[in-house]
């Protein structure tokens, strides 16, 4: 069992920056690949970006490409989502997620989840 935690989501001002951290516990974080989506009000989650266990890929969704970065710290079990240039429409509560093996991107192939971190930007 993976244990997930969110944190450094809040309110931010359009053009802004946060960095999201997810902890991970509970059985080895070994050969997990991990990823980030996002739930805002009404829609359904969506995908956001993903890293695999060696760190030598990952993948985003272009909605996010060339503003957010992820990356992770398997020695701290830590993943982080740096979003800058951050829109109103980046609004939602955004989930940490594991998964054995490789990235995907639909939610469903992910095992385990976080309880979320809401991010609301401002206009």
């Known amino acids: 069992q993976v244990q997930l935690v969110e944190s450094g989501g809040g309110l931010v001002q359009a053009g802004g920056s946060l960095r999201l951290s997810c902890a991970a516990s509970?059985?080895?974080?070994?050969?997990?690949?991990m990823g980030w989506f996002r739930q805002a009000p009404g829609k359904e989650r969506e995908f956001v970006a993903a890293?695999?266990?060696?760190?030598?890929?990952?993948y985003y969704a272009d909605s996010v490409k060339g503003r957010f970065t992820i990356s992770r710290d398997n020695a701290k079990n830590m993943v982080y989502l740096q979003m800058n240039s951050l829109k109103p429409e980046d609004t939602a509560v955004y989930y940490c997620?594991?998964?054995?093996?490789?990235?995907?991107?639909?939610?469903?192939?992910?095992?385990?989840w976080g309880q979320g971190t809401q991010v609301t930007v401002s206009s």
């Open positions: 509970g059985r080895t974080f070994s050969g997990y690949a």
């Open positions: 890293i695999n266990w060696s760190t030598s890929y990952t």
């Open positions: 997620a594991a998964r054995r093996d490789g990235i995907r991107t639909i939610a469903t192939t992910y095992a385990y």
